[in-house]
């Protein structure tokens, strides 16, 4: 990259300056910038949401199988409850951080 005497970059686009290499590049300001670290606090928000789903109800799968197992049910009792406690609590979850906003 090409530094100038200011020691900025003489590369970027900075509303202050024209472009000398492209005079007819329109100047970009503060907007497009703004609205593309919304999009991604949000997508970093939504991934971290769905990965803490994703473990309280593989969390839950987990506790009920090594019950069951523990227990010597011959039918997944405890699989099947804690799993749909665990889908529970998730999407209680899930719904409460959304309405934080």
Not at 37 to 66: D, N, P, R, Y
């Given at each position: 990259?090409?530094?100038?005497?200011?020691?900025?970059?003489s590369?970027?686009?900075?509303?202050?300056?024209?472009?000398?290499?492209?005079?007819?590049?329109?100047?970009?300001?503060?907007?497009?910038?703004?609205?593309?670290?919304?999009?991604?606090?949000?997508?970093?928000?939504?991934?971290?949401?769905?990965?803490?789903?994703?473990?309280?109800?593989?969390?839950?799968?987990?506790?009920?199988?090594?019950?069951d197992?523990?227990?010597?049910n011959?039918r997944?009792?405890?699989?099947?409850?804690l799993?749909?406690?665990?889908?529970?609590?998730?999407?209680?979850?899930?719904?409460?951080?959304?309405?934080?906003?």
């Amino acid at each position: 990259m090409a530094y100038n005497i200011t020691g900025t970059n003489s590369m970027e686009n900075n509303p202050d300056e024209s472009n000398q290499y492209y005079p007819d590049k329109p100047v970009r300001g503060e907007e497009p910038t703004k609205k593309t670290a919304e999009k991604s606090t949000s997508f970093v928000q939504f991934s971290g949401i769905a990965f803490q789903m994703l473990a309280t109800i593989g969390l839950g799968v987990w506790a009920g199988m090594k019950l069951d197992a523990w227990q010597n049910n011959h039918r997944p009792i405890w699989t099947i409850v804690l799993s749909l406690t665990a889908i529970g609590s998730s999407l209680y979850l899930f719904i409460r951080q959304l309405t934080k906003k």
